[in-house]
Structures are given as structure tokens and as C-alpha cells.
């Protein structure tokens, strides 16, 4: 079984009006989840447009990351005021959390996300953490969302940051899929791929241009909806085959030290990319690896995203860092076996503590 997109998609300026009359057909009691401070009053004037609608509509905000501790609280609160859709009105951890607990209840989900940050809004997937920010597991989920609401005027809102934490995040779909999956044959899997390179293109063409420009021109739109629709999309046709490899792996690995800064999920993602084609690089003898890590650290660098571990504010040569790293990227279930040469952890610690060390040059 595979699901391959959200049921409906409502996108571009006001697809949150547009939208509005195909919730009210489907829930009379929705449970709408946020997280963020700054996204408070976009949460509001969802609630208000949905209360002017004669909804009975409640509101919940996550305390922590997508994480146990919160899903059983927001569960409880459905359960108790038998809300029968949730509305998951924010980033990646606020609709991963929203996905997996409308799936856990058999309820309806509508993604709304309010950034361009992930692909979150529309797979068919939830990552899990602990309250702390630690990735425990990824979990597939029954099905891709019933509803999407991708509205420009709300992605709009969000910090830049954001936008160039989605951009990484997007680019790793060919970097990943183009190594772990090239050789599968199966045709759907083929034109994932296929896209993943196009949306690739997409970005480093438009990307910077989004970044910095202004909102609404066409560089602007086709990056958000790249980074937000066409990311999801490439996971919905390859399916679980479509899969993410060191990039993710390293990405989960960082995220078990603990900073007292947070980082977003492409932030770190970013990094793992680099990483990855330095491995790539060294253990498999690809000299286009070299060419791909320049053209990437010009564009990241143009989106000011974190380019070293350091950067993510951790000193992988503190309190065994390197060490705690490299053992979590090179665990049983890790996603970086799926590359197609055998990673030791020696591997991991050299290619890390050697990309810290050096001035990077672009
Ligand atoms: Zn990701």
C-alpha cells in the first residue's frame, strides 16, 4: 500500500478560503495544534474563521518537539472533548505530531503548514523525538493527510530562515535517492528520482533569488512550493525505496547532543549533506562528490545556513561528541547502511573531525 499525496491540496494566495468550505464538510469539532509564539495569530484567525463557521473548535499547543510526552497529553484532549479532525497549523514538528496522532485516533488530519521549512504537510510519515529534541524513530503513517492547505499569504509570515532550512532539507532528496536507490528497478522509484534532480535544479537556480527577493515573484513561489509540495511528492511516489542515507543518518546523530540553541531539521540536514558527499568522496572514489560539495557551499553559504558542525553550535571535540556522533550515524538501523559501500565508524569520526578542521573554502 502506498499514499502517495494528500487527498485535496489547496495552494497559492487564500487556499485557506478556498479551503475553508471543504473542512466544514468533513469536521464538526476539529482540534486545531500549534507550537510556536509566532505563530499565534495566523492560529488565531484559523480558529476564528472556523468559530464564524458554527464549529466547535479548540485549540492546543505542543510544550516540547513531536515527542511522546505531548502526544499523550493532545490524544487525551480529543479524546476528552471527542474532537473528531485534528488541524495541524504550524512547522514540521507541529504536523508531524498532528499526522500521527490523527492517525493513532482514526481521525481525519488537515496540514496547514505556516512555513516552507519541510515537506512535513504532505507525507505520509511522522519523525518522533524526545522532549529534548533527540530523534528516536521515523513511523510511517496509514496515509498521506486529507487536506493540505498550502496559502502563500501564511507561508509569507515566516522567518527566512526557514525558507533556507527547507531549501536544504528539499536538496537532500537527490543526493539521497540518487545514491541509495539508482539501482532499484522499478520505474516509479526512476521518475522519483527523476524529479528530485529537476526540484534540485529548481533550487539552485531559484533559491537564493527566494531567499532574498520579494515575495511572490515566481522564484519566490516555485522555491516554497518545491521545498513544501514537490519534496513530499517525490517521497509519495518512491515510496519507503526513495530513501535518505547519510545526509538524514548524520542529521539524527547530531540531534542526540544536546544545545542550548536549537537548530531547524534542514539546518542540520545541511550539514549532514556536506558530510555526506565528503563520504562519498573518500570511500567511493566519486569526483563529482567534489564538484556537488562547491556548488552546495555556494549556494548555502548565500542562504547563511550552517555549514559545519560547529556552526550548530557543538564541539565535536568536546565530551566525546565525535565519538557519541559517529556511533548513533553508524547504529544497526541507521539509514547511512543503505549507501551502496560499507561506512565504519572510523569513517564517520575521520570525515568529520577532517571537514572541522579545515577552513573551508568556497
Ligand atoms: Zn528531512
Known sequence: ????SP?????????????????????????????????????????????????DVNSASLEFDCC???????KSIILNNSHDSV?????????????YIADCLNIPCITVPLSASTCAGWTALSNIYTKNGQFIKDVALKSCPKILVYDHKFIQT?????????IADALAKWYESSITSSTIDDGLVQQ???ISRVLRDQLLIDGEKAFKGEFENSSWRNTVEACG???????????????????????NAITQIITPNKFLHGEIVGVGLLLQLRLEEMKNNNKLADQSMKQLLGLMTGLNLPITISDLGINVFENQNLDKIADFTCRDKSEIHFLPFEISKQD????IANFEQQKIKI
Request: proline share 3%; net charge positive; aromatic share 6%.
Open 158 to 166: 515566516a522567518p527566512s530562515r526557514t525558507l533556507a532550512s527547507g
Open 7 to 55: 487527498e485535496i491540496i489547496f495552494r497559492g494566495s487564500n487556499a485557506w478560503e478556498k479551503a475553508l468550505p471543504h473542512i466544514i464538510e468533513l469536521t464538526k469539532s476539529p482540534l486545531i495544534l500549534g507550537r510556536s509564539f509566532y505563530t499565534n495569530n495566523l492560529r488565531s484567525k484559523i480558529f476564528r474563521d472556523l468559530k464564524n463557521q458554527n464549529l
Open 87 to 99: 488541524i495541524a497549523a504550524g512547522g514540521g514538528k507541529v504536523l508531524d505530531s498532528g499526522k
Open 192 to 194: 522519483a528520482i527523476q
Open 348 to 351: 564517520v569520526i575521520d570525515v
Open 68 to 74: 511522546y510526552e505531548d502526544i499523550s497529553k493532545v
Open 1 to 4: 500500500m502506498q499514499s502517495i
Open 229 to 251: 509540495l514537490t519534496a513530499g511528492l517525490v517521497g509519495g511516489i518512491g515510496g519507503e525505496k526513495c530513501r535518505t542515507a547519510a545526509a538524514h543518518a548524520i542529521h
